[in-house]
C-alpha cells in the first residue's frame, strides 16, 4: 500500500511538472507573440527568442532586442564561415570570376558582423550613462543595424551575378536572407524597446 501511494505520489508530480512546463512555454509564447508583433518576421522572431523565455523569467524589450542582435550576429559568422570556405574552393580551381564574386560578399559581411557588433556592444551600454546620452546610443543602433541590412541586400542582388553556379548560389542566398530576416527583426524589436522607453520617461517626467 505505501508502495503504491508512492508511485502515484510520483506521477502526479511528473503530471504537474509537465502541465507547468506547458504552462511556461505557454506564457512565455504569448509574451513573444506580443513582443515580436511589430517585425516582418514574427514566426522567426519568436523561435529565435522563445529558448531564451520562460514563465518565470521574460526578458525585458532591451535584453530582447539584444538577444536578437546576438543570434543575427551568430549567423552572420556562420554564413562568413561558409564564404570564406566557398571562396578558397573558388580559387582552387583558377576560376577568378566565381573567387572575385565571393570575395566581394565576405567584404559585405565581415562589414556586417562589425556593424552588428558594435551593435550588440551599443545596446548593453544604454542606461548606463545617462539618459542624455540615450538618443546618441539609439542613432547609432539604427545606423549599424541599417546598414548591416544594405551590406546583406548588397551580396544578394548585386554581386551575385552569372559568375557563380545557381546551387551555390542558391545557398549563399539562403544564409543571407536568414541574416537579413534577422537583422530586420532585430532593428524592429530595438525600435519597439526605445519606443516603449520613451513612454515610460514621458509617464514618469510628464
Known amino acids: 500500500m505505501a508502495q503504491m501511494t508512492f508511485s502515484l505520489l510520483v506521477l502526479a508530480l511528473a503530471i504537474l511538472g509537465f ?3 506547458v504552462e511556461s512555454r505557454s506564457r512565455a509564447r504569448t509574451y513573444l507573440e506580443a513582443q515580436c508583433q511589430t517585425t516582418l518576421y514574427p514566426d522567426l522572431c519568436v523561435r529565435t527568442l522563445l529558448p531564451y523565455a520562460n514563465k518565470y523569467d521574460l526578458p525585458s524589450p532591451q535584453k530582447l532586442a539584444q538577444i536578437s542582435l546576438a543570434t543575427c550576429l551568430a549567423k552572420a559568422q556562420y554564413t562568413k564561415v561558409y564564404l570564406d570556405s566557398l571562396a578558397k574552393q573558388f580559387n582552387e580551381t583558377k576560376n577568378p570570376g566565381e573567387y572575385q ?3 566581394d560578399c565576405v567584404r559585405q559581411i565581415n562589414n556586417g558582423i ?10 548593453q551600454e544604454m542606461g548606463k550613462d ?6 546618441w546610443h539609439e542613432s547609432n543602433v539604427q545606423s549599424w543595424v541599417s546598414a548591416a541590412l ?12 552569372d559568375e557563380i553556379g545557381s546551387k551555390a548560389k542558391s545557398m ?3 544564409r543571407f536572407l536568414n541574416v537579413k530576416e534577422l537583422a530586420s527583426n532585430s532593428l524592429a ?8 522607453h520613451r513612454a515610460s520617461r514621458a509617464i514618469k517626467n510628464p
Open 101 to 103: 564574386a565571393m570575395e
Open 19 to 21: 502541465f507547468g512546463s
Open 130 to 135: 545617462g539618459e542624455e546620452k540615450f538618443a
Open 150 to 161: 544594405t551590406d546583406a541586400t548588397t551580396c544578394m542582388d548585386g554581386v551575385l551575378g
Open 172 to 174: 549563399i542566398k539562403a
Open 114 to 123: 562589425n556593424q552588428i557588433t558594435q551593435s550588440v556592444k551599443e545596446i
Open 189 to 196: 524589436m530595438f525600435n519597439r524597446f526605445t519606443a516603449r
